[in-house]
């Protein structure tokens, strides 16, 4: 893409100069005006390689490394390091090599006189919309370490949440894997030598010990098959999740499972409110941070929800009744909470205690999962043991029988 040596001048007269990366002027021209500017002049100083920014390894940052650089920026900013400063500290403090690579590149456009939220633009990958949106505000507010600080504690309770949720799901994985790995060994190492004996022994089996035995000769001897199916499955799964109807799909079946369904709906209405409130806390306009939260929340049928109701902002409707549109998804204390902080003007700090309430409601759920999925396992788990127990006991009692 080419980059532009551009002078831009506000409606009260001051002047912009600078060089920057864009498509072409009309882009240029259009992102400028947003910042409250027009474009004088502009001349293509160089054309940048399409490779520029592309990392040799996974092009992944962890959300835990995002928040130590935020709260380490916003430390710096406040003790009046300069910017190329601070983010050339940030590179040398980094571990991951693609977040090095990152950071060097918005270090080298700031000494070219490019705004840090441009900078940021450019690495979607790792500065979502609302992080770029938000240092957008402290530019033009003069207000970048309170704007820090806000997106700092906003990436630590992300990752609290998180975390939370992960870590509910450790017990059912291990409880499903161990499962998974122990009767393969049996299939694979005890079934075929029972299946000897029976063989030799020339016993009559029932349909059952048919069917184990069956299995388990299918793993020893077709044992790439079922790895390619495994496979098939995992990239069949992946591609409907990718795909927007399947996704929509996927995302209406989980809204209709018991308790699954309760926790995502308040894991999504704590992302939305823990969004807004750090946005409208910002400065951000109501409709634009609307519009930023759809990339908040995970499940398609939210997406909607906010959508539809930053049209209906926008057309000068509140936020509460555009939003009750979607009791299903959003209770009704949310609504009432939201409409008594429109009321009093306190939109932000009510959404920011509504935060608070559905990530406690989201720890108290992740704390009795287990508890909820233990017995369903447990009689899961006894189910398949006795099945194979009784297919593989009931030939030898059999046996014994003729004895």
């Not at 990436?155 to 870590?167: A, F, I, N, P, Q």
């Not at 929509?248 to 926790?263: E, N, T």
């Not at 406690?360 to 508890?371: E, G, H, P, W």
Request: hydrophobic fraction near 50%; charge should be positive; aromatic fraction near 8%.
């Amino acid at each position: 893409m080419p980059i532009y040596s551009y002078i831009a001048k506000s409606f009260e007269g001051k002047s912009k100069k600078g060089t920057i990366e864009f498509k072409n002027k009309k882009e240029l021209a259009s992102a400028l005006k947003e910042d409250g500017f027009f474009l004088v002049s502009a001349e293509i100083v160089r054309t940048s390689k399409k490779k520029k920014n592309i990392s040799l390894g996974i092009k992944y940052v962890s959300l835990t490394e995002k928040l130590m650089a935020t709260r380490n920026l916003q430390v710096m900013i406040a003790a009046g390091v300069p910017l190329p400063r601070s983010l050339e500290i940030l590179n040398t403090q980094a571990k991951n090599k693609y977040f090095k690579k990152v950071l060097s590149g918005v270090k080298d456009d700031i000494i070219k006189g490019v705004a840090l939220s441009d900078a940021l633009k450019r690495y979607p990958r790792v500065f979502p919309e609302i992080y770029y949106s938000m240092i957008q505000v402290g530019e033009k507010t003069g207000k970048m370490e309170e704007v820090l600080d806000i997106l700092a504690l906003q990436l630590g309770r992300t990752h609290e949440l998180r975390s939370r949720v992960k870590g509910a799901m450790v017990y059912p994985a291990v409880i499903i894997a161990a499962m998974l790995v122990i009767g393969g060994i049996m299939l694979v190492k005890v079934v075929p030598q029972l299946s000897k004996t029976f063989q030799e022994l020339k016993v009559e089996l029932p349909a059952s010990t048919l069917l184990v035995i069956g299995l388990g000769n299918f793993f020893v001897h077709r044992w790439y098959i079922v790895i390619l199916i495994l496979l098939i499955l995992v990239f069949a799964i992946i591609i409907l999740i990718r795909n927007k109807t399947g996704k929509r799909y996927f995302d209406a079946w989980l809204l209709r499972i018991p308790v699954i369904s309760g926790l995502i709906k308040k894991i999504n209405c704590a992302y939305t409110s823990l969004t807004l409130s750090a946005l409208i806390q910002g400065g951000v306009p109501i409709v634009t941070a609307l519009g930023i939260s759809v990339g908040a929340v995970s499940n398609v049928y939210f997406k909607d929800a906010l959508k539809d109701a930053a049209k209906k902002v926008q057309k000068g409707e509140r936020l509460s009744s555009a939003m009750s549109k979607f009791p299903n998804l959003y209770p009704i204390l949310f609504l009432q909470m939201l409409q008594v902080g429109e009321e009093t003007g306190e939109t932000s700090s009510m959404l920011a205690k509504l935060a608070d309430f559905f990530e406690d409601q989201v720890n108290n759920i992740t704390k009795n999962l287990s508890s909820i999925i233990e017995p369903v396992l447990l009689l899961f788990v006894g189910a398949v043991v006795a099945f194979f127990a009784i297919a593989m006991v009931q030939p030898i009692y059999s046996i014994m029988e003729g004895m």
